[in-house]
């Protein structure tokens, strides 16, 4: 495997890491808010906790791997931003279809508005990161 | 596929293997990764006009003999073509 093509798959399995790592940290703070007495609080906190760290740490590696891509213009080559655009649009599906599904479970029960704009918010992050992950892994 | 149901193919595969050239060279000659190369190779991606020219020049033929419209789907005319 040549470098680039481990640099395509590190940047592959580190948005995968920030996508789940953020879904995690984000759906555990989501809960909480909204069914605090319904759940166990310390396993939850440290649940969001570790999603937490799971996504600043691939963040990191996102900042340590564009380091080392400079140079590698086959990382960025047509394919990549014609995936990026489709991940993006995949995104943008997400949100919707995510408001959408809110403004409708509102009709019967009631969704503090942050916590509803923290629900379209994981979609519009999570759906093109992985989206984008699964794009590249293609080929 | 475009509009009028044809489908874009291509002979990559023949003309790099008749310099005995692997996809990954091919993707080096033309600063695009090995996974593009596969995917224009098997029509999965259509490439810009910059890359199919720049392919066409690394493997030095015209890009017409490249990458060529292939047969309308179900094979019918449209009407008035000859």
Redesign the interface.
């Known amino acids: 495997m ?1 470098s ?2 481990m640099l ?1 798959r590190r940047r592959q399995w580190l948005l995968v890491l920030a996508a789940l790592g953020f879904l995690l940290w984000q759906l555990c703070t989501l809960v909480l808010a909204l069914a605090r007495k319904a759940v166990p609080v310390p396993a939850l906190l440290v649940a969001s906790l570790a999603g937490f760290l799971v996504f600043i740490a691939a963040l990191g590696g996102v900042f340590v791997w564009a380091k080392k891509a400079r140079g590698h ?3 960025e ?4 931003r ?1 995936n990026r655009l489709a991940a993006f649009v995949a995104g943008f599906w997400g949100m919707l279809i995510a408001a959408t599904a809110l403004f409708a479970a509102g009709q019967f029960i009631a969704f503090p508005g942050a916590e509803a704009a923290r629900a379209v918010m994981m979609a519009g992050v999570v759906v093109p990161l992985l989206r984008f992950a699964l794009l ?1 892994g ?2 | 596929m475009s509009a009028d149901g044809r489908r874009l193919g291509n002979r990559l595969k023949q003309h790099r293997a008749r310099l005995g050239l692997t996809q990954g060279q091919l993707a080096d000659a033309v600063s695009v990764s090995r996974r593009t190369v596969n995917s224009v190779e098997n029509a999965v991606f259509i490439p810009s006009t910059e890359l199919a020219l720049r392919m066409a020049e690394a493997l030095g033929v015209p890009v017409e003999e490249l990458f060529f419209l292939g047969p309308r789907e179900g094979g019918c005319q449209a009407a008035g073509a000859p």
């Open positions: 040549s680039t093509e395509a213009a086959a990382l080559d047509e394919m990549t014609h590249e293609k080929g």
